[in-house]
């Protein structure tokens, strides 16, 4: 059976970086709080003028360069993001043009935090039907342009960013075993972007401790999904790369699914909440830095606004 791999890897992070301490002169918060309750760090910020596309391109080049193929080979891009560059054409359009990938097919995908992994699926299913030869998954955004930056229950989890992966024909056992996505609209109003008042501008609302717990219990479900369907458990996990949202919503997530610290990628330190690109940032320097070794079995796992969460196991 013909299956998808990820032939390469590829992020970029803009070049500001918005420290705890600098949230400090901003608004009534602490590093300690912001640390102690979330892990967070810093994060990245996108320069004026650079766009959700800008860096989807960036990371998307690099994912191309690593899986030694040229632009023009790409059949399919899909930009996972909720922070588009316009309403439409869609940011995969542009990332189409600004790496001249001529032949490609574009277009996005709106799933908030888990849009990597939903994109990825779709990818996936591409390849499998014979439908693509290579696809270019991206996750981008740019949050930083839809936070309140007065709203202390926000404004210290966001970042900016993007990740990206090529998609290419597996040989053998390596490849995507499998994806999960799944999606529940009726709590939409605890996690959501929408202006106040006609007219005014979109921020991002959230009720952070509604969306934990619920959060916890789908990250730990939609894992469960991806391990019983092939015979697996957390014990197999040589690498557990979740959504990086909260360290303490990781660490309770492990737990449950009994995949000790050390096998869980973090990096939300130094970038915050990216949403949909915070899995291929994650796994991009997982996979640079020479931790995922060939065979090792990896989990992605991520929940975000819809709600919405999902789940991928890859052999590497
Ligand atoms: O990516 C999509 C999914 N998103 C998530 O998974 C986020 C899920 N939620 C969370 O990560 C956490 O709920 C937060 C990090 C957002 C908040 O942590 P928490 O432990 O749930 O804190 P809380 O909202 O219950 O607030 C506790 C206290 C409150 O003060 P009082 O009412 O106890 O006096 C807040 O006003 O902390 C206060 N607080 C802050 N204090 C200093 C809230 N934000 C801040 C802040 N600095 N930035």
Redesign the pocket.
């Known amino acids: 059976m013909v299956k998808a791999r990820i032939t390469g890897t590829g992020s970029y992070a803009p070049k500001r970086i918005l420290s705890n301490r600098d949230l400090e002169k901003m608004i009534?918060?602490?590093d300690e709080?912001?640390t102690e309750?979330?892990g967070i760090k810093e994060r990245r910020i996108a320069a004026d003028g650079e766009t959700t596309s800008d860096m989807a391109a960036k990371a998307g080049k690099r994912a191309i360069e690593m899986a030694g193929i040229e632009p023009d080979e790409i059949d399919t891009i899909i930009v996972a993001t909720v922070t588009p560059d316009m309403d439409f054409p869609s940011t995969a359009c542009f990332v189409q043009h600004k790496i001249k990938a001529h032949k490609a097919a574009s277009f996005d995908i709106a799933a908030?935090?888990s849009g990597f992994i939903y994109a990825l699926s779709v990818g996936d299913s591409l390849i499998r039907s014979g439908n693509s030869r290579y696809v270019l998954v991206i996750g981008s955004e740019i949050f930083s342009r839809i936070t309140d930056w007065t709203d202390?229950?926000t404004c210290?989890?966001f970042g900016d960013g993007a990740g990206a992966v090529v998609l290419g024909k597996a040989t053998g056992h390596k490849g995507i075993i499998s994806t999960h996505i799944h999606s529940e609209g009726s709590s939409w109003k605890l996690?959501c972007a929408s202006s106040h008042e006609e007219n005014a501008k979109t921020f991002i609302r959230?009720q952070?401790?509604e969306?934990?717990k619920v959060?916890v219990r789908a990250l730990e479900e939609v894992a469960i999904e991806a391990l019983e369907q092939s015979g697996l458990t957390g014990g197999d996990i040589d690498w557990f790369i979740p959504?990086q949202?909260?360290e303490r919503?990781i660490q309770a997530t492990a737990k449950r699914l009994n995949v000790p610290m050390e096998k869980i990628y973090m990096n939300l330190q130094s970038y915050g909440?990216t949403?949909a690109a915070s899995i291929p940032l994650a796994l991009d320097e997982a996979v640079r830095s020479g931790k995922i070794k060939d065979g090792n079995l990896i989990l992605l796992d991520a929940?975000?606004?819809g709600f919405t969460w999902a789940s991928a196991l890859v052999r590497w």
């Open positions: 009534d918060t602490s709080w912001i309750r979330t908030a935090c202390r229950n210290v989890l996690l959230m952070g401790n969306v934990f959060a959504h949202a909260n919503i909440n949403s929940f975000g606004g």
